[in-house]
């Protein structure tokens, strides 16, 4: 029996998990990781911690209900940059869910790393638009056709360097997953 691929990082990486809104992020670290999602905190993983912005949202959920969705997504992505940061300072391996098209963000986690001794990956889970649009309404939480469209813009071309074999400064290794590699991997080990 094929016991599916393993993803191998040493210990101690940043392993950020990226992918256009509904590409899947979530249902992967939800399904590697036993995630419920109903978690307002990174989950712990052994040495690891598992970090999906749902977490964030989740802990706010009450005190920001009733916020209209563009005043608390601000709030949401704060707290959840700031969960992987002190995570990376911490010392601790670190897989977490991420937009990826953030360049300034990548190059603040790939910092906190270095200054650890340890380096940051990424996979990237590559869907088309109409995939990650289908995956956005069945979570029910559907973004802008403008918001989603500067996400495409921003997406794609960080792909095709990626699957070019281009470098993708800050990550020192680069992982490109379809949906069926995605739903085939078993494991993403810290060795």
């Not at 399904?31 to 911690?49: I, K, Q, W």
């Not at 937009?99 to 869907?127: Q, S």
Request: aromatic share 6%; glycine share 10%; proline share 8%.
């Amino acid at each position: 029996m094929d016991p599916g691929p393993v993803l191998c990082y040493p210990a101690g990486s940043l392993v950020l998990v990226a992918g256009l809104p509904g590409a899947g992020k979530t249902t992967l670290l939800d399904r590697l990781y036993g995630l419920r999602g109903d978690e307002t905190a990174p989950v712990p993983a052994g040495d690891v911690r598992v970090i999906d912005s749902r977490q964030a949202r989740n802990w706010w959920a009450r005190i920001l209900r009733p916020l209209p969705g563009r005043l608390r997504t601000p709030l949401i992505h704060s707290t959840h940059v700031w969960r992987i940061g002190r995570a990376i300072v911490a010392g601790h391996g670190v897989v977490a869910h991420t937009r990826g098209t953030w360049p300034h963000i990548l190059h603040l986690f790939a910092w906190l790393a270095r200054r650890r001794g340890h380096r940051l990956h990424l996979i990237l889970l590559d869907v088309d638009p109409k995939t990650a649009r289908a995956g956005q309404v069945a979570r029910g939480r559907v973004v802008t056709a403008a918001t989603f469209a500067r996400h495409c813009r921003r997406w794609y071309p960080l792909v095709d360097r990626a699957r070019g074999g281009e470098p993708l400064p800050p990550a020192t290794g680069v992982t490109v997953l379809d949906r069926d590699a995605a739903d085939r991997l078993k494991t993403i080990h810290f060795v």
